[in-house]
């Protein structure tokens, strides 16, 4: 497989344009009937990136991925694949291609046919199509399976047939529906690192639409976080998973405790007990009123080491084995505490035990406060 | 079961000995029954197709021939009857499977106003009785002075009264088609057609052969909406029917086993060959 060829194509097509995204969603809409599923939404994705839509069921997630693909006609908005606006262009005319959640494979084709369908359409035949289709089933880890039709392998088989199906085509951009939902846990953390793997060999822009963050963390470089069809925030997953900028990003990307309270000063908030803790430098960005403080389970200490001080009582204990998770309850509500279990020999603390945390001003965000939202 | 035997067995009873022989073969015993009650017409027309009827009856057994099947076509009219009908029936069933297929794909796949309706109205050849079908088109035509009653007026009513079965068959088939591998054929390059025909119509083709058979059938053997519209052309089922009335010849007989022959033949491939479709996968 010649993998240094590729990397040279990708290098080639990047030198070709001068950083024009591969997609560009600019200002799209989508309702069917009086259901809006993506709302004003503008996107821009960077060539050769591995990019994650991620957000509840629901949030619009897919019906943007369907309209990226051509399946779904916006209401209003405009779509760029490159420089060209496709809008109206129908899937076979679009340099995109799909995994579909369900694989979509032809039942009716062998292997091999499935994965020549896109090369057939454009008219490659003989030795060229059955080098290229040989190449890419390599390059799945499917050599030999050729002749087997769909129904006889595996599903993490038929998952890595879509994928080549796809890929084979070269397209400008690999679009992913929840490609990982049917298979189960083990082979799906395989999958996320063979995907992430393939797309660094391969240099195609990928578009993963995911509801599991654990995944979208794992595989993206860069995630939009989707609620209510519009993009919540946009980020590499360490600025989404430390900086949050909203409570729905902060509790949808791992655990967060959101004390609530308003603002007291630069970097202060006072808490609803009156506690007044110190936040990061710059973190408030002019909000004033009532905010809510953010910090994840594994920043808070269970000793007084840090300036920010809470008091609390040991509600309950969870051993995970790498760690152990405390649920503490404070005079601002239940705080989750994550402590590594890393000194053999620590006692552990157990349920009615008091117990003061602490965390560093550096390690907390700063939300708007929500209600619902604790 | 056993449980009855047990106070019978104090007093050994007759009765009760040829019960518990029957309560245990009740199943066997109605199944042969059924079988036989289905199958002995058949075994009776195939019978006396062999017949040598003296008189004109075959009513009879008169002794063995070869001779019905060697002259099947002996009889005047059977043989351009038996043709008509197996024209009308080729194209009746094309035509009505191809619009069946048609309006089965738009049932299912779009929805547009009056879908809800359609499909009632799909339904109601196959609830009307026959006759009321056969005597209202008869009307119909009948209000058209331009319409001659002939070859085209049954090719009508037969494509008219196919259809809906051709639209039932198809349908079942299609409603458990995933939507998606239409889109990825579409996402590979393929345009509407290609993706029909690469795609849709080979994993159709099961259901589309199936309603072929079915229309075929029920065109070759319809008597009532024939008899109505078919003005001075004659049919096979019309041939036997007039036949019946003066004595029908062995040659129906012999027609009669044929058809029945070519039916079992064409369901035993089918079988076998969804045996080794199976096999393989």
């Known amino acids: 497989m010649a993998v240094d060829e590729r990397i040279q194509q990708s290098l080639e097509r990047a030198a070709e344009s001068s950083g024009t995204p591969d997609i560009r969603l600019d200002r799209i809409t989508k309702s069917f009937g009086d259901i809006i599923a993506v709302d004003d939404l503008s996107l821009e994705i960077p060539r050769g990136s591995f990019f994650a839509l991620l957000g509840p069921s629901g949030c619009g997630k897919t019906t943007t991925l369907r309209m990226i693909g051509g399946f779904e006609e916006p209401t209003a908005g405009l779509i760029y694949l490159g420089e060209r606006e496709v809008s109206g262009t129908p899937p076979y005319k679009r340099d995109v291609n799909t995994v579909f959640q369900s694989y979509a494979l032809f039942p009716h084709l062998s292997i091999f046919e499935n994965v020549a369908f896109g090369l057939r359409r454009k008219g490659t035949r003989g030795g060229n199509l059955k080098g290229k289709v040989e190449e890419m089933l390599d390059l799945v880890q499917l050599s030999g399976y050729g002749k087997r039709k769909p129904r006889q392998l595996s599903g993490g088989q038929q998952q890595r047939v879509a994928l080549a199906r796809a890929l084979v085509n070269s397209p400008r951009v690999l679009l992913l529906d929840e490609p990982l939902g049917a298979l189960d846990l083990k082979l799906r953390k395989e999958m996320q690192l063979f995907i992430k793997r393939l797309q660094h060999d391969v240099g195609i822009t990928f578009i993963h639409v995911t509801h599991d963050q654990e995944e979208a963390m794992t595989m993206a470089d860069r995630i939009a976080v989707m609620n209510e069809g519009q993009i919540e925030q946009l980020g590499t997953p360490d600025e989404l998973y430390e900086r949050p900028q909203t409570a729905f990003v902060a509790s949808f990307l791992g655990i967060s405790n959101l004390l609530t309270g308003a603002v007291a000063g630069p970097d202060e908030v006072r808490l609803e007990d009156g506690t007044t803790v110190r936040v990061r430098n710059g973190s408030l960005n002019g909000r004033k009123g009532r905010v809510a403080v953010g910090i994840r389970p594994e920043k808070i200490r269970p000793d007084d080491h840090d300036p920010n001080r809470l008091p609390g009582k040991v509600k309950e204990r969870a051993y995970i084995g790498v760690s152990t998770q405390y649920i503490v309850e404070t005079p601002n509500g239940n705080i989750t505490v994550v402590v590594l279990n890393d000194r053999p020999g620590t006692v552990p603390l157990g349920p009615g035990d008091r117990l003061t945390l602490s965390w560093d001003p550096e390690a907390t965000f700063v939300v708007d406060s929500l209600e619902g939202s604790a | 079961m056993s449980s009855i035997a047990v106070p019978t067995a104090r007093e050994p009873n007759f009765l009760a000995t040829v019960l518990a022989v029957v309560r245990r073969h009740v199943l066997t015993v109605y199944s042969f029954l059924f079988f036989a009650y289905l199958l002995l017409p058949i075994a009776v027309v195939m019978i006396f197709s062999f017949n040598n009827p003296t008189g004109k009856f075959n009513y009879t057994w008169q002794g063995f021939t070869w001779d019905n099947w060697r002259y099947w076509d002996g009889v005047p009219g059977i043989r351009s009857a038996i043709f008509l009908s197996l024209e009308i029936a080729v194209v009746a ?181 969804q045996r080794r479709r199976e096999v393989r996968a």
């Not at chain 2, 009513?157 to 998606?180: E, N, P, Q, W, Y």
Request: overall charge neutral; glycine content about 6%; charged content about 10%.
């Open chain 2, 93 to 273: 069933s094309v035509i009505a499977t191809a619009l069946g297929t048609m309006i089965a794909l738009a049932l299912v796949r779009y929805g547009f106003r009056g879908r809800a309706t359609t499909n009632i109205l799909i339904f109601l050849p196959l609830s009307t009785p026959e006759i009321v079908l056969g005597a209202s088109l008869l009307t119909l035509f009948l209000n058209l002075s331009f319409v001659t009653f002939g070859f085209w007026t049954i090719l009508i009513a037969h494509i008219m009264f196919c259809i809906s079965f051709a639209v039932v068959t198809v349908k079942a088939r299609l409603v458990g088609f995933d939507r998606h591998l239409e889109e990825a054929a579409m996402d590979l390059g393929a345009n509407e057609w290609t993706t029909f025909r690469k795609v849709t119509l080979p994993l159709t083709a099961p259901a589309i052969l199936a309603a072929l058979l079915l229309c075929f059938a029920i065109s070759i053997d319809d008597f009532v909406v024939t008899y109505f519209n078919s003005g001075s052309e004659v049919t096979f089922p019309l041939f036997v029917w007039g036949a019946a009335r003066i004595g029908a010849p062995a040659q129906v007989n012999v027609i009669g086993t044929a058809i029945f022959v070519v039916a079992l033949a064409a369901m035993l491939v089918n079988v076998v060959f």
